[in-house]
């Protein structure tokens, strides 16, 4: 079972930018973001596949051009760099992670593609 642990959440003005950090307790090969703000369904935000060989990402149409994800496979942890904010990115940011690495034929998109989940981390952005 591998846990994850998010930081680097915050209060941030609008237009401004975070970072924030996931840390895994052992290898996952698939790791990515979601967010859910109150009233709202789980949503996702962005994934990052290694293959073994290269890293392959998908993100969510709107928010491609200010969320950046990377990741840092000798520490375990990925990271996801947020700029441009605006108060409806304000929600609680979730890292996810699985094992598998179907890079090929799924975007894991979905919240039941994950088998872990972290505690989540707070983002609020303020007008």
């Known amino acids: 079972q591998v846990q994850l642990v998010e930081s680097g959440g915050g209060l941030v003005q609008a237009g401004g930018s975070l970072r924030l950090a996931c840390t895994a307790s052992?290898?996952?090969?698939?790791m990515g973001w979601f967010r859910q703000a109150p009233g709202k369904e789980r949503e996702f935000v962005v994934v990052?596949?290694?293959?073994?060989?290269?890293?392959?990402?998908y993100y969510a149409d709107s928010l491609k051009g200010r969320f950046t994800i990377s990741r840092d496979n000798a520490k375990n942890m990925v990271y996801l760099q947020m700029n441009s904010l605006k108060p409806e990115d304000t929600a609680v940011y979730y890292c996810?992670?699985?094992?598998?690495?179907?890079?090929?034929?799924?975007?894991?998109?979905?919240?039941?593609?994950?088998?872990?989940w972290g505690q989540g981390t707070q983002v609020t952005v303020s007008s």
């Open positions: 990052a596949i290694w293959s073994g060989i290269s890293t392959y990402y």
């Open positions: 996810a992670g699985d094992q598998s690495r179907l890079y090929n034929s799924r975007t894991y998109s979905s919240p039941t593609e994950y088998d872990y």
């Open positions: 052992g290898r996952s090969d698939t």
